[in-house]
């Protein structure tokens, strides 16, 4: 067709052509077998699309050929090449595609690969729950003494026991003693002693039960005894250069045992570590104390008494002592007797065979004041016959002016020494 005519002869070309095709022999049945062909390709074409798309969605390979074959069918739609297509298209290709398209639509279609399976994610762990808030004891409280107020009842447990560790000080005679209350087999029960703190009231104070071995405690007691009691010496004067010198004494000290036993039990029951002085009795000693009591000292031969208030010398009198046949005594005596206006009775003695007793009065041989001494028969006293004193003219008797012997009277007393010396 000359594409340079006018239109309308291209028209006319076209109609004259369209009537030439049919009248030339190809009629609607050499048609058919072309339109089921395409139809075979179009419907693979569509199945191998799907497959296609499957296998994208899968994420495999696409396979099989039959995308070429698709293309390849679409052209005999067009009008213009109809005729051409038929006389140009070889017997054997309708017979080809039909084996190219069978293939396709009956082998099942290859099971895409399975997809991996995801790893499991790690479980997170979950948030820890939050503690509850610990149990605390009540404000104010006491366990045995021990401020256990706002602790935790463990750390209540540890305060009480440590406590309780603490070394019991006892005090004897201003001794110190440091001692472990395990000594004593002491057993403290300090847990139940928290539990009932737990429900306490503010400010109480919970006894804490404590076991102590009483045999223990009474066995430490009779140790401290055989180590401090003493026993009283008496002071006593002693003459170092014919002049008395005054030796202290010392008091006695005795524990109490019973009631030492019973003050350790009570305060390791409570819960106390003192320092805890234990009872004990002083004994006090007996004779001359201290430096201030009187002492006479007679000198036989000088015929002189020395009055002594302790080591100091007071007053010197001048007296009579025994003659050679009933000389004073020698020795260390002390007063055992004070008469005051005393009567004289006839000693047993060869001397006064015959006498009679003298009542007290001017001529009573002992004058006004007798003191007697611990050798037998023998005394202080005044006498009416003054010329006698500063001889050797008594029976054994120290003789004194009257007035000496009232005032050696109201210093002495019963108990006083008297020292009589050969000097």
């Not at 067709?1 to 291209?10: E, F, G, I, K, N």
């Amino acid at each position: 067709m000359d594409r340079s005519a006018p239109p309308s002869r291209r028209r006319a070309a076209r109609a004259g052509l369209g009537r030439t095709t049919v009248s030339s022999g190809i009629g609607r049945a050499t048609l058919r077998p072309v339109r089921r062909a395409q139809l075979l390709l179009i419907s693979s074409g569509l199945f191998a699309a799907g497959l296609f798309a499957a296998s994208v969605l899968a994420g495999t390979r696409p396979f099989g050929g039959s995308t070429e074959t698709t293309t390849t069918g679409a052209s005999p739609t067009d009008t213009g090449t109809a005729t051409t297509a038929t006389e140009t298209i070889p017997p054997t290709t309708p017979a080809t595609t039909e084996t190219a398209t069978v293939p396709a639509t009956t082998e099942p279609p290859a099971r895409p690969a399975p997809k991996p399976k995801p790893r499991p994610k790690a479980k997170a762990k979950p948030a820890p729950k939050p503690k509850p808030e610990p149990v605390r004891l009540p404000a104010g409280v006491t366990v045995g003494g021990v401020r256990v107020a706002g602790l935790t009842p463990a750390a209540a447990e540890a305060a009480v026991r440590a406590s309780f560790r603490t070394p019991l000080v006892l005090v004897v005679r201003d001794t110190r003693i440091r001692l472990s209350p395990a000594r004593f087999g002491v057993v403290a029960y300090v847990k139940p002693a928290v539990s009932r703190a737990k429900a306490a009231f503010r400010g109480e104070d919970v006894e804490l039960t404590v076991r102590v071995r009483g045999s223990a405690v009474r066995a430490f007691v009779d140790t401290l005894a055989r180590r401090f009691d003493r026993t009283p010496v008496d002071a006593r004067v002693v003459l170092r250069d014919l002049a008395p010198t005054v030796l202290e004494g010392r008091t006695g000290f005795r524990l109490q045992r019973g009631r030492a036993v019973a003050a350790i039990v009570r305060t390791l029951s409570a819960n106390r570590r003192g320092p805890l002085e234990l009872p004990a009795k002083t004994i006090r000693q007996r004779g001359a104390v201290g430096a201030t009591g009187p002492t006479v000292v007679i000198r036989r031969e000088s015929k002189r008494l020395f009055y002594y208030e302790g080591e100091k010398l007071v007053r010197v009198f001048k007296v009579a002592t025994g003659q050679p046949s009933f000389p004073t005594p020698i020795g260390r005596f002390h007063v055992i007797v004070k008469w005051r206006d005393p009567w004289w009775y006839p000693p047993t003695s060869s001397w006064a065979r015959g006498l009679s007793p003298v009542p007290p009065g001017p001529g009573n041989p002992l004058g006004t004041r007798w003191m007697g001494i611990s050798s037998p028969a023998v005394g202080i006293h005044g006498t009416p016959d003054s010329a006698s004193l500063g001889y050797s003219a008594s029976h054994g008797c120290i003789r004194m002016f009257i007035p000496s012997a009232e005032w050696l009277f109201d210093h002495v007393q019963v108990g006083t020494p008297v020292f009589i010396l050969r000097a």
